[in-house]
């Protein structure tokens, strides 16, 4: 999603972030995903398939896998016989920063961690740029996972750049002796 858009005089970059982190490796409270063995893919190593079946409050995934991946709770998603398998994945609840005591919550809490895994290994991680009409940079921030995400970093773009004119303002009447 390579993007510009110009905001009182300045741009506004929007980048693919190149190497963001792996969620499931790096953040607490979002839960597992444990690939069965047989897939390629990996997430998270220090737990096995089986030991995520036996979790309490699992949700088994399924992995529509075509010019990327997708994966959905089990019966839901993209379906096609050649495309979708079934339980090839697990999501387990961290029951330690965020625990589920319910299965509803334990789904809704999978189906967010599909989506999260979904933009994280589709290319789906960007960062956002200001820079001023001279070309230097005024801020940047990185890992914002999805389109929804890269909206609020437009936003925190634009307040930099509100507060970046706002003290170029009150700078060059002092320099200038005013």
């Not at 096995?48 to 010019?67: G, K």
Request: charged share 25%; with cysteine; hydrophobic share 35%.
């Amino acid at each position: 999603m390579e993007n510009t858009e110009e905001y009182k005089g300045c741009t506004i970059e929007i980048h693919n972030d190149d190497s963001p982190m792996n969620p499931f490796e790096d953040w607490d409270g979002i839960g597992k995903i444990v690939f069965h063995p047989n897939a390629r893919h990996v997430c998270n190593t220090d737990i096995t398939y089986d030991e995520a079946r036996e979790t309490p409050f699992s949700v088994p995934l399924s992995a529509y896998i075509h010019s990327g991946i997708a994966l959905s709770v089990l019966g839901e998603g993209y379906r096609c016989r050649w495309d979708t398998s079934d339980n090839i994945a697990i999501w387990t609840p961290d029951q330690e920063n965020a625990p589920v005591k319910r299965r509803k919550t334990a789904e809704k809490y999978a189906r967010q961690a599909c989506e999260l895994f979904n933009q994280w290994a589709n290319g789906e991680v960007y960062g956002v740029e200001s820079i001023d009409p001279s070309g230097n940079q005024i801020g940047a921030c990185w890992g914002y996972y999805g389109d929804e995400a890269v909206r609020d970093g437009i936003k925190e773009a634009k307040s930099e750049i509100d507060y970046h004119l706002k003290e170029a303002a009150k700078i060059i009447p002092a320099a200038l002796g005013a």
